[in-house]
Each structure stands twice: as structure tokens, then as C-alpha cells.
């Protein structure tokens, strides 16, 4: 039967394996549940053969999921030196008349990876967003009424790790694998396999993931399951905590090769297939920004890879990077210190600097380029944008240690980071004036996407003055920990990038599903965002100046009204984000058909039909002008690029 | 943004003529390698953190003995044996002659394996555990990375080696050799550096 031929290699077959290479990888596990002795100081104990029982299972696990999804049959075929794929076996890896099936298994077309990730990414912002919503329940009334502390504990981790981990992938996800190869004029991703590879391993980490509330129940060491550490697990707590960190470590891992594939993928597209004509300065703003944040993932990631192995390590071999002090002996768990609690900071922040700029990036450059759309002008400034774009990628490589300010080191460092601190906001101020001069006077089309813009604009405007606050030693001093720093980098994070995403599927969603998505609901769900997120973050800047501190439970009553505005806020915001969604699927479903170019858009994804055919364009076009030149007589709306039909339908 | 179509004429393929094919897999391979680097430099930097801050004057303690610099040395000359040969056969094929190519890169792989099988046994036989302390620890990771990268590049290894005795690589088209070999030579130079580190910064102190 053909269902069944095409089920195999599949996603589903995939999750069959993985569930096999688990069972095998951990069986040790189970053959010793029955009577798990826990205790450390027992030589006899099997607390580390738990841990290796779980990392071979999750090892298998992942090995068992890449061989069923068929990830490796194109390797194993190249190093056999068997024939090559023909342009044939190439089309029907990308999906041709594979039908619905092709979002469910390793698919080369870019435009189905796409899907795939802004499926599995919505997914995850649906959990990370639960993950918020139970610590606002937890934090509503002082007390720690709601939850065990451990529990709530546990609960702040997995949300903050989980958003940094969507986000991550949010915008370069979805918008840089559908929309990106199409705007350059390219027929797909440089590297089509390593594409569908890097979304194949940001699900089996969140299958690892998935892992960690469940482990470390029982264990007596930490009175509660999964990951207390929050989520820049410190070497010198992690060595020393639950279970859960092992999967939070290898799933972290494994997330962070699939963007760094993702950005070298994304990077090597961009300098080499580019469209004839398109020179690095006519393309869209939305591709610098992405290539910002590539260069910030691909660069920077393995600085949290080394610290997230340094600790599996220490768990689990005794080696001590972390462990300052001697304990036992070899031969009973014990080890010889002579680790560092500066390094697991120095390495987790030279990587966790630059990813919270690789987060907010795409966003820039996305409300640059609309802007430019629904202002109907030409950006102000393409050259200054670049400038502030390239600014703030090498700036950000140069401030991690202000994340660091009360962690004792040498006091005269302290001044060079404070400065350099400073002077990232002036490429990012460099970046809002090109924003700014681009709505000046322009007779701006109030859509939903441009409603987004403008939310961002006030929302980072707000995040990135208080980082100056921040920036600040002396202030810096008494805020570290507490609930303001809280308070700054959601404005910047989820005011900067999710609103920066947020427009972006409004904006993309009719070249994408062929539907447009309800305005009504859009601007409900727009207005019930602001005013949740500014009501949750200003009542949280409030409390956090009151000397309230981040990642407790607890907490004196003095904080109580501020808290309970910005719980009630909160759900206001949760409500508003689950509208959204709730309109993402039924405009998928019964949303009127969109034209092939809705906005009158200038960039060259708006020249193919919709949906988009399968190798994107008929003839590869030759690019004559940029990308924001409203001067000229406007573009005829849908008229596909010529020798085109419509692609397959999509979903 | 204007376009004007019909320059190019219709593409039954998708490979379309203005792209450098070549050029494209030698960046995404030159991309890897930089990530790769980075990698590398934070290996590096933890290792002088470690070493410079001393904690509780643990990175080398009392009684714990040193890395044998002769076993050390055959292991870094076998990879960069390995290394020599893959130039050897890089240059041959630039210059056309297939023979000198086949042979390089064969005896490469058999010294890149044997590298491995080395580094294997070598770690196995340290005269310390990985639990000794801040130099230990150091030491058993880099050696570990670097058995990792002999390990996962065993892939290119046969794959190359097998390709070039198909004969594969001529003196027009030898893209696989010369991109794999951003990636051995990055592997040669590390192992050099892993070699070269605890010399120029001994685990010892004093």
C-alpha cells in the first residue's frame, strides 16, 4: 500500500526508533529501578549509573530518531561511493507529490521546513507560555501557595529555558527558511539536507526536553523533580542538583546545533545564491538582520555547549570544573577540585550576551523592512541600518560581564564593561532612527503587522533604556537579582522579538498558507497583548524597585499589589496570546484567499504565485532596483514571475 | 524592487548557472570550520582560566604525574603525518596526477585511523584519572574533543578515500578534496594545539 511506503522513513517512524534507542540506551535504568539506592556516600550507590542509564538513553534516543526519520541514508550513500542523487530522487526528497506527508518527515524544501518550524516553534511559545502563566499563579499572592518551592523552582527554569530556546528560533525558524532563499531569488537553502537536519534535532530536543519534569522525582538529594537552577545553570549548583539537568543539558545541546546549522545554512545562502543583480545593498533588511543573528549563533553557541559538557561531565565522570574542593576518593564518587565558579559564568555569559542580541535581531531588520511596506517609502537609511545591525554584532561579544557585575571580580574591570555596556545602545539608537525616519511623514496602513511595529518600537524603546539603567554599576549592584532585571528583558525579549514574530505571521501568512489572516481577531488579540504584557512588566519594574527578588516564591507582602496587577495582567496577556493562536489555525482553515501579493509589497517573495511552486521561481529574475522604492510606479499586484504555475497546495 | 525575467531563459534543473555550486559548499565547509574554531578557543580559554585562578591550588596537585611527552609526540606525529599526506594528495590532483592522489589520500585515512586507535589507547593509559584535579580534567577533555572529531570525521575519511580510489577527482573537479580538507587540516591543526598547549602552559606550576 502506498500510506505505508510513505510512512517509512517518516517522523513517525522516527519517534518508533527514538522510543527504541531510549529503551535500549537506558535499560540499565530499568533493570535497576526496582531497587535504586541513591545515596552518594554509599560506594555500592547507583546515583551515577541513573544519570548514564539516562544520557545513553537520550544518546540512542536521538541516534534512533536521526536513522528513522532517514537522515543518514544520503551520508551513508556519498561515503559508500554509490551514484549521486539525480535531480529526480532531489524532488521527491523536497516533497513533490508527497502531499501532506511531506511535513511529517525529513523534506529538503525549504518552504515545508519552514512550516515545520513554525509549527513546532508556536508549540513550544504554547508551553514555554503555560510554563508563565503557572508562575504568575505561583506569584499572585506572596506565599508560596500555589506550588512546592522546589516545584516552582523547577517550573521558572524550564519557562526561561524553553522561551530563550523558541525564540532562539522563532524568526530565522519559519521567516528565514520560508521567506529568506525566495526574497534573494534563490530556488531554495544553500544546503537543502543540513536544512531539514536542523529542524529534525530541534524536535528530538524538545523530546529531551520534555524529559525534565519527570526525572529526579523521588531522588532525596532535591526534594523535587527536574531542574532548580534557573536557566543559566551555574556549573557550581548544576554539578550538585537533580537529574533533570542532564536532560536539560543535552537537549540545550542539541538545540544549539540545530541553529548553528541553521546559521551557517542561512549565511552560506546568502553569500552564494543570491539572485543576478541583487547585491548585498538591494537586499531586504530582514536578511541582514537574520545574518546578524547567525553570525551570533554560529560564533557564539559553542561557548554554552563547553559549559553545558563541562557539567554533564562533572556529574557524571568526576571531573571538576566546577567543583572547587576535594571530596571522597576516586573509588567512592569522590574528586580533586581545583574548579572555578567564575568559569561557568564567564562561559554561559559569552555565549548568553550574544544570544539575547541573535534574539532580537530578526526583529530589527523585520520592522525595518515593514515599515518601509506600510509607510509606503523607501527605508531611511540603508547603509546606517547595516551599520547598526554590523554595531551591535561585534559590540555584543564585548559586554557579557555585566551579567556579572556582583560576582567578584577584579573591580577594575568593572568600568570597561559598564562603558561598552553603554555603547551598544548607540548602534541599537542607530537602528530606531532608521525606524523613526521611515515614519516620518510616511501615510502609514494601519494593519495588524504595523501595529506590531509600532508595539515594538515602545516596548524595546523601554527594555533598552532600562538596560542603560542596568548597564550602570552602582545601580547595577542593587537591581542584580531582582525583579527589574526581570522586568528589562522581557520588554526587550518579548517586546522586541515576539512582537517582532508576531507581525511577522500576520504579515507572512497569506504567501504562506494562501490565506489572510482575520483582522478583528488579529487587532483584539493585539490590543489584549499590550495591554497584558505592559500591565504584567511595568506592575513587575514597579516591585522590582521596591527590592523585590527574581526566581523566588516566596515573597515579603510588601510586594503583594504590585505582584497581583501583574499576575491578573498576565492572564490578561495568556488570554490574548491563545486569540492569536486560535486565529493562526482558523484563518489557516476558513481565512479568505489571499492574492499572491496582499500588501503591494516590493520584496521579491511578493513576485511568485501563491502558493509558491515548488522550486520557487520559473526563471531565476534579474534584480534592477532595491527593495524599497515606493518612488517608482507601484508594482502590479500577483503577477507571478513568468513560466511559473502555482505550486502543490499547501497543507 | 524591479526584475526583468527572461535573461536567463527557462531552467528545466534547479541548478541554476550563477551559482558557483563549488563556492557555495566551500563556504558552508569554511562556516563549520569557524564554528568549529570557536569551539576550540573556548576549549583554550577555559584551560588559562583553570590554570591562572589555581583554585585552592588544585589545577595540578601534589603528587599527580605529568603527561608522557613521548606518547603525546607519536600521537600529534601520526596526525600530522595523516595531514602531510592529504597536502601531498591535494597538490597532486591539483596537478592531474591521479596516482599520487589515490595513494595520498589512501595513506591519509590509514594514518588518521591509526590516529585514532592511538588516541583511543592513550587516553585509556594516562597516569592520572579524570578526576584528578583542574589539569586532569582540562586535559581529558581536549583529548576527548579530539577523539570525537577523529571519530565523527571517520565519515568523510572512508567516504573521500572511496571516492578518490573510484577516481572521482580530476584535476578540474576536486571540490570533495578540497573542502574535506578544511576540515581534516582544522582536525591536524587541533591536535596540535592540544599537543603544543601543555607545553607552552604546563600542567605543573612550578
Known amino acids: 500500500m502506498s500510506w505505508t511506503r510513505k510512512l517509512v522513513p517518516s517522523y513517525f517512524s522516527g519517534a518508533v526508533l527514538a522510543a527504541i534507542g531510549f529503551i535500549v540506551g537506558s535499560q540499565y535504568v530499568w533493570r535497576v529501578i526496582g531497587g535504586v539506592n541513591w545515596d552518594l556516600n554509599d560506594p555500592g550507590a547507583s546515583g551515577n549509573f541513573l544519570e548514564q542509564g539516562f544520557l545513553a538513553g537520550f544518546v540512542l534516543m536521538t541516534l534512533g530518531w536521526l536513522i528513522g526519520i532517514g537522515a543518514f541514508k544520503y551520508p551513508f550513500t556519498w561515503m559508500l561511493g554509490l551514484k549521486d542523487p539525480d535531480h529526480n530522487e532531489e524532488l521527491r526528497l523536497a516533497g513533490k507529490d508527497a502531499g501532506i506527508i511531506r511535513y511529517f518527515r525529513f523534506t529538503t524544501d525549504h518552504k515545508v521546513v519552514g512550516i515545520q518550524y513554525l509549527v513546532v516553534t508556536m508549540i513550544m511559545l504554547a508551553f514555554g507560555g503555560l510554563g508563565a502563566m503557572l508562575i504568575r499563579t505561583e506569584l499572585m499572592f506572596p506565599g508560596a501557595w500555589a506550588f512546592p518551592k522546589e516545584t516552582y523552582n523547577t517550573i521558572v527554569t524550564m519557562h526561561g529555558m524553553l522561551m530563550i530556546l523558541t525564540i532562539i528560533s522563532f524568526f530565522v525558524g519559519p521567516f528565514g527558511n ?5 526574497m534573494i531569488g534563490a530556488r531554495d537553502m544553500a544546503f537543502p539536507r543540513l536544512n531539514a537536519l536542523s529542524i529534525a534535532f530541534l524536535i528530538i530536543a524538545m523530546a529531551v526536553y520534555a524529559f525534565i519534569p519527570f526525572m529526579g522525582i523521588g531522588d532525596p538529594l532535591t526534594t523535587g523533580a527536574g531542574v532548580q537552577t534557573g536557566w543559566t545553570v551555574y556549573g557550581t549548583l548544576a554539578d550538585q542538583t537533580g537529574i533533570g539537568v542532564d536532560a536539560l543539558a543535552l537537549a540545550v545541546i542539541l538545540a544549539g546545533v540545530s541553529s548553528q546549522m541553521g546559521a551557517v545554512n542561512l549565511i552560506t545562502t546568502v553569500i552564494a545564491m543570491r539572485a543576478p543583480g541583487m547585491s548585498y545593498t538591494r537586499m531586504p533588511m530582514t536578511v541582514w538582520g537574520s545574518i546578524g543573528a547567525s553570525i551570533l549563533s554560529a560564533l ?10 563541562m557539567i554533564v561531565m562533572d556529574r557524571v565522570f568526576r571531573t571538576s570544573f566546577f567543583f572547587a574542593a576535594t571530596a571522597g576518593d576516586f573509588a567512592n564518587n569522590g574528586y580533586i577540585g581545583g574548579g572555578s565558579a567564575w568559569l561557568t559564568q564567564n562561559l554561559f555569559w559569552f555565549f ?3 544570544e539575547v542580541y541573535l534574539l532580537v535581531l530578526p526583529a530589527f531588520g523585520f520592522v525595518m523592512d515593514v515599515t518601509s511596506v506600510f509607510a509606503r517609502k523607501p527605508l531611511f537609511g540603508y547603509k546606517t541600518a547595516i551599520l547598526g545591525l554590523m554595531g551591535v554584532v561585534v559590540l555584543s561579544f564585548l559586554v557579557w560581564m555585566h551579567h556579572e557585575f556582583v560576582s567578584g571580580f577584579l573591580p577594575e574591570l568593572r568600568g570597561f564593561y559598564m562603558a561598552s555596556t553603554e555603547l551598544i545602545s548607540v548602534p541599537t539608537g542607530l537602528i530606531f532612527l532608521v525606524l523613526l525616519g521611515t515614519m516620518w511623514r510616511g501615510r502609514i496602513w494601519m494593519t495588524v503587522t504595523m501595529g506590531f511595529v509600532f508595539a515594538f518600537t515602545w516596548s524595546f524603546l523601554i527594555g533598552g533604556i532600562t538596560g542603560i539603567y542596568l548597564s550602570d554599576v552602582p545601580a547595577d549592584v542593587q537591581l542584580h537579582g531582582g525583579m527589574f532585571v526581570t522586568a528589562h528583558f522581557h520588554y526587550t525579549i518579548v517586546g522586541g522579538a515576539l512582537m517582532g514574530f508576531l507581525g511577522a505571521v500576520y504579515y507572512w501568512f497569506p504567501k504562506m498558507t494562501g490565506r489572510m489572516m482575520d483582522e478583528k481577531i488579529g487587532w483584539i488579540s493585539f490590543w489584549g497583548i499590550q495591554i497584558g504584557f505592559n500591565g504584567t512588566f511595568l506592575a513587575m519594574f ?6 523585590m527578588p527574581r526566581r523566588v ?10 505582584n497581583l496587577v501583574a499576575s491578573i495582567s498576565a492572564f490578561v496577556l495568556g488570554a490574548s496570546v491563545i486569540l492569536y493562536f486560535y486565529n493562526v489555525i482558523y484563518s489557516w482553515k476558513a481565512g479568505p484567499i489571499a492574492e499572491a501579493n496582499p500588501w503591494g509589497a516590493k520584496t521579491l517573495e511578493w513576485t511568485t504565485p501563491t502558493p509558491v511552486p515548488l522550486e520557487n521561481f520559473g526563471e531565476i529574475p534579474v534584480v534592477t532596483s532595491g527593495p524599497y522604492n515606493y518612488a517608482e510606479p507601484a508594482t502590479p499586484s500577483g503577477v507571478p514571475a513568468r513560466g511559473v504555475e502555482a505550486g502543490p497546495a499547501i497543507g | 524592487m524591479e526584475i526583468s525575467l527572461g535573461g536567463q531563459g527557462h531552467e528545466a534543473s534547479s541548478h541554476a548557472s550563477h551559482i558557483d555550486e563549488e563556492g557555495k559548499v566551500r563556504v558552508g565547509m569554511l562556516f563549520y570550520v569557524i564554528v568549529d574554531i570557536m569551539f576550540a578557543l573556548f576549549l583554550i580559554s577555559a584551560y588559562v582560566f583553570l590554570r591562572g585562578v589555581n583554585v585552592n591550588n588544585l589545577w595540578f596537585p601534589d603528587g599527580t604525574k605529568n603527561i608522557d611527552l613521548t606518547q603525546t609526540t607519536i600521537q600529534t606525529g601520526l596526525m600530522v603525518a595523516s595531514g602531510l599526506c592529504f597536502v601531498l ?21 590509514l594514518l588518521w585511523i591509526a590516529t585514532l586507535i592511538y588516541s583511543i589507547q592513550y587516553m585509556g593509559h594516562l597516569p592520572f584519572t579524570q ?3 583542574g589539569f586532569a580534567s582540562m586535559y581529558v577533555l581536549f583529548t576527548g574533543y579530539h577523539i570525537y572529531h577523529l571519530l565523527l570525521g571517520l565519515m568523510f575519511v572512508i567516504g573521500l578515500t572511496v571516492r578518490t580510489l573510484q577516481g572521482r577527482y580530476t584535476r578540474e573537479r576536486h571540490m570533495g578534496i578540497t573542502t574535506i580538507g578544511y576540515y581534516w587540516y582544522w582536525v591536524v591543526i587541533f591536535g596540535v594545539i ?11 606550576l612550578h
Open chain 2, 89 to 109: 594528495a591535494h597538490w597532486a590532483v591539483r596537478q592531474g596526477i591521479g596516482g599520487l592522489v589515490k595513494l595520498g589520500i589512501t595513506l591519509a585515512a
Open chain 2, 131 to 133: 578526576a584528578g584535579g
Open chain 1, 553 to 562: 516564591a516566596d515573597y515579603s507582602p510588601l510586594f503583594a499589589g504590585g
Open chain 2, 194 to 204: 592540544g599537543y603544543l598547549l601543555p607545553i607552552i602552559l604546563p600542567g605543573p
Open chain 1, 542 to 547: 514597579y516591585v522590582g524597585l521596591q527590592g
Open chain 1, 178 to 182: 520560508f521567506v529568506i532563499p525566495i
Open chain 1, 300 to 309: 557564539g553557541t559553542a561557548s554554552l555547549t563547553v559549559d553545558l559538557v
Open chain 1, 352 to 354: 548568553g550576551h550574544p
